[in-house]
């Protein structure tokens, strides 16, 4: 019986909570973070969810909901720093377990700014499943823009990116995968722009095209288009839509529902030549013309969407090679899979390679569904009793 209760006494200590356990009430739970340059030092921001009734301080409140937000700002020269800092200003520690947002400033982005996230990932208080972003402005404008749904900028920063799914114009990268990219055989990566702009006279945020990494510095940008074809390119347009002209004044509309892309390199010497095959699956979203839908007519939609996203592709690869030399195509990952003798000789030449590589796109798309109707809206008649929905006296 004495053995059993000396067996059963540690398990009570356990039930007793952590030792170094910290209240609510006297932490600061920081869900956002802004880094960027300012007079030599890292300028960090953060955004702090106010607990509860707690009593006004430095910073401002979100613009939607009950939520109420603290801003910070500081000047340091590393992370930890600058949060031990923090402490005189917020009056508490200040914890990161909920951090789901890190937003960089393109003046550090375009310095050597991967040395600055040591601390997210050797830390075990970071997340690696927080996303990234670049903006052209201060960061900590981007955490106190006013919220639509949320009760904080950075959660509804966040919940935008899961939207990722419905849209191909924008990319998302959490820290795990951009440590990947930068850490893979082609040290190369992009991440998500996002700028604030006035809608109604508020202030809100907005995803804008893409910023690509090399060297662990931002060397340039991807425009809306251009971002659709990289997401084409990394099979990551899995759905969306998209609008074709037929002629000058007739459009359709088709609802992306697949979109798959399979690279073939073919690496002689250091000349390479790529074959991008593009498979689209989609369904017919609108009908504005006045045609009647048959096979022919599909024919022809599939046709316009496929010049539509190979247009898109083409548009990407071009920024990559001709002005950014930079590989996150995909193309890169694809040629050393099947060439991982000959890459120990290239890979150092890898950008320069890509950037003369001739790449053939070819694209393929299928409209499997048209819809419940097969006749457009016959919106013109010689003769009013031929309408079924004219109402006779």
């Known amino acids: ?51 509860t009734g707690a009593s006004e301080q430095g910073g ?16 340091a020269d590393s992370i930890i720093q600058g949060t031990r800092a923090l402490i005189r200003d917020a009056k508490r520690r200040l914890y990161f377990d909920h951090a789901r947002l890190w937003v960089i400033g393109e003046e550090l982005a375009k310095e050597d700014f991967i040395g600055y996230l ?10 690696l499943n927080s996303y990234l972003f670049i903006t052209e402005g201060n960061p900590i404008d981007i955490l106190s823009t006013s919220t639509l749904y949320e009760d904080l900028s950075s959660a509804e920063i966040v919940s935008a990116l899961e939207q990722t799914q419905y849209i191909a114009e924008y990319t998302s990268v959490k820290l795990y995968e951009f440590y990947k990219l930068i850490e893979g055989p082609i040290p190369n990566a992009y991440l998500p722009i996002i700028q604030t702009k006035k809608e109604k006279d508020k202030t809100i945020t907005s995803l804008d095209g893409t910023a690509v990494i090399r060297n662990d510095k931002m060397v340039g940008k991807l425009n809306t288009h251009e971002t659709v074809g990289l997401n084409v390119l990394l099979n990551k347009a899995k759905s969306g839509g998209e609008t074709v002209s037929l002629n000058e ?49 599909i024919s022809k939609v599939e046709k316009e969407v496929s010049n539509l996203a190979e247009k898109y592709v083409r548009l990407t690869l071009d920024k990559l090679q001709k002005e950014l030399k930079t590989d996150i195509s995909g193309i890169g990952l694809e040629t050393y899979r099947k060439y991982p003798k000959q890459w120990q000789n290239i890979q150092s030449e890898w950008n320069e390679i890509f950037s003369n590589a001739d790449i053939i796109i070819d694209v393929h798309t299928n409209i499997t569904h048209q ?23």
């Not at 504005?288 to 007519?297: F, H, V």
């Open 249 to 297: 004044k007739e459009k359709v509309s088709v609802e992306i529902k697949k979109s798959e892309t399979k690279i073939k390199p073919t690496l002689v010497g250091n000349q390479l030549k790529a074959h991008l095959n593009i498979e689209i699956e989609g369904t017919l979203a609108d009908n504005t013309t006045k045609s009647n839908i048959n096979e022919q007519w």
């Open 60 to 75: 401002g409140e979100g613009g939607g909901g009950n939520g109420q937000h603290i801003l910070l700002e500081r000047d």
């Open 118 to 127: 040591d601390e997210s990932r050797r830390d075990q208080m970071f997340r």
């Open 371 to 393: 819809g419940l109707i097969n006749k457009s809206i016959n919106r013109h008649h010689k003769k009013p009793y031929n309408n079924p929905y004219k109402l006779r006296n």
């Open 1 to 51: 019986m004495m053995g059993r209760i000396l067996f059963i006494i540690p398990f009570l200590f356990l039930l007793m909570g952590c030792w170094s356990s910290q209240e609510l009430d006297n932490s600061a739970l920081v869900h956002g973070i802004g880094l960027d340059k300012s007079d030599g030092k890292l300028r960090i921001s953060v955004e702090i969810i106010k607990p």
